[in-house]
């Protein structure tokens, strides 16, 4: 039983280039989310997906999109990656329910010059 | 955006002292929980408070839900080096599916 896993763990880019983060769960939950965490400002939601088939934009969206593939894999996509996305990036999952006790994967490391 | 403010920022005490860090809002949360993070590593759950005044024991950890749900304590007895870590709290707005994490405190314990 693994968890949330994430795929890379570690990436640099160059301004511009594009690259898709990969997240997978394997405990039957219903929803998934993206957040990047940056130093003195927690964790900020990018986009989530209660249920397999929706995705919805989070508290910081912009240049970035989301696919929810199946029930188990949700991306996070960067088109043209910016300085300003240089972050580390966390997947978690929960049961769709009122307590959303959420599980997080490892984390990916992204730089971006 | 509903925002949940951490105090202390940062923390750095010595092995067997207790410690209060603090969870702040203007907002109303159905829940709250607190989380521990660990260096390179994603956030792990501690707990969860639902009810307002609702107080939480975890072997040294204490957690409190504010009355009014706004806020939340989290205090710890004779912490230990393992104790060391960020520590997030995070609120579920009322209707709503997503939560909102405060800026964390940082935690060193020292031997």
């Known amino acids: 039983n693994a968890g949330v896993t994430q795929t890379p763990k570690f990436q640099v880019l160059k301004t511009g280039q594009s690259m898709t983060l990969q997240c997978a769960q394997d405990?039957?939950?219903?929803?998934m989310y993206w957040y990047r965490q940056d130093p003195g400002m927690g964790l900020r939601l990018i986009y989530y997906s209660a249920s397999e088939g929706t995705t919805d934009k989070g508290e910081v969206p912009n240049g970035y999109n989301v696919s929810r593939l199946n029930k188990r894999e949700f991306s996070l996509r960067l088109e043209s990656a910016a300085p300003s996305q240089t972050s580390v990036y966390f997947c978690?999952?929960?049961?769709?329910?009122?307590?959303?006790?959420?599980?997080f994967g490892p984390g990916t490391r992204l730089t971006v010059l | 955006t509903q925002l949940l403010e951490q105090s202390p920022q940062f923390l750095s005490i010595q092995e067997g002292e207790n410690l209060t860090v603090y969870c702040n809002s203007s907002?109303?949360?159905?829940?709250l929980q607190w989380y521990r993070q660990e260096p390179g590593e994603g956030p792990v759950l501690l707990v969860t408070v639902v009810t307002g005044g609702e107080v939480k024991k975890l072997k040294r950890l204490t957690f409190q839900f504010g009355d009014a749900r706004k806020d939340s304590s989290l205090h710890i007895t004779a912490a230990q080096p393992g104790d060391t870590g960020l520590y997030l709290c995070?609120?579920?707005?009322?209707?709503?599916?997503?939560?909102?994490f405060g800026t964390g405190t940082r935690l060193t314990v020292i031997p």
């Open positions: 907002s109303v949360f159905s829940s």
């Open positions: 405990m039957n939950h219903n929803s």
């Open positions: 978690a999952s929960s049961e769709f329910g009122v307590l959303n006790e959420q599980f």
């Open positions: 995070a609120g579920r707005g009322t209707g709503a599916n997503n939560l909102f």
